[in-house]
């Protein structure tokens, strides 16, 4: 399985900022098909390995989309730090044919809520956390100038849920851990129960070892001393009734884990909320993986 | 025509580095259909008139494009500059029904080339300079705090093209002028003399008018005495065969037009490349937005 991970396909390369922004495809021995990913590697990579920050995105996009849309590699650039933007779902012909993988924008393809699913059809292919943990993070320094000891992780919407549950789930993998608009408390909101009920059963028992609340509940010390940085927009169309930041405030309020929970006045939802506060997002971890 | 072109219906909006980014649609009376444009008003717009950059976009794009993929309205809210970004042609059941409108993806929807186009069918509604000149750019000042005097132009690729040739043809209403991989010389390329010759028609003759190099060829005197900034990245696929920048380079050194033309090795056409320098141009306007 190692062997099938090693051979990187380019699918594109673009001179931006004085670095490079690439975009890959690799065999996933964890997911059985090829799978995208973006990597942005600053002009400081050419000298040596640099920190890198791993991006998860939201439902319905793809590794594309915050290379394009977030504006971050300008401050990346200015950072030193490399940006890596992975697929949210497996696709292709395969799994285009599965029932159900392609009717929903909120479930299945697009929309892989970076799990490993344990329920058919989807235990097969949408294992989209062992993709992540155990063959794309190892191998980016292997293929890239990256230096393994200092990655970050974030996210937005699906893809913060992401970001929290992962940084929670693999102590000591990540440095630093920030989100945007992150889906918070998945078991209590309708884009998390529709997907956990699909892609790990109707049995809930399961359910909270998937929920960044209710993770960071079990911690017995706060996981993350140098601190958490969330950013919400309050004009954000989903924020009641999906994303519930209040819910993981409190949780990190019990245990003592120091949280930056800032809550924007007028930002909706989108890439134009992201490209507003990136910049933060970037000093953040920069302050961590810099250190 | 103009109580048509007084109704904005407002798309979109979406608070963004403090300022918004706003989506409109218009009636209007030149092209005969709604059009749409994008507008980032910045966060000092709020106390009174603020200079504006036009943007015009390149085949294919509409006025999202830029605003999403360029990163350009971090800088926009430092320096106080509105962004303006119309669609690239007349769209709709209309226009889509017109033989020739949708089959190719460098002429008809997505390839107006801002200009009025006078063979049939085109000449109904392809009259992109007409709605820009004559609605588009005078309306600013009356639908958003945008100052009428402080008004500069830049564009991409066909909206290179397009910049040029407005700035051009039209003195006095743009204060500045810079263009990134621009169809410098539409008369000698392959995209140009298709478009030409569909809008325009097979006579040579009146297509100078449209061509940014004959047009500054027959400036008497420099009409940008304060220079025009071009960027041009050198892995650019379409350098050779379609934008000819030394063509213009040398129409500028003859008539003593201050031009930098900054060759980027490893650049190409894309919106990596204008996200890398766009910056450049937005402190190029803002020297003479601002002076």
Redesign the interface.
Known sequence: MAAMTDTLITLSE?????GT?RFHEQASGEIGLSMRFAVYLPPQAANGPVPALIYLAGLTCNEETFM????A??LAAELGIALVAPDTSPRGETVQALPGAASDWDFGIGAGFYLDATQLPWSRHWRMESWLMNELVPGLSKHFPIDAARIGIFGHSMGGHGALTLALRHPGVFKSLSALAPICAPMRCPWGEKAFTGYLGADRSSWGEHDATVLMENHPVAPYPGGILIDQ?L?DKFLEAQLHPHLFEAACQAIGQPLTLRR?A???H????I??FV?DHLAHHAAALKA
Chains 1, 2 share one sequence.
């Open positions: 673009h001179r931006c900022f004085g922004q394009v849309k977030a504006g590699q300008r927009g004009a924007h007028g930002y909706d989108g890439y134009y909320f490209q507003s910049a």
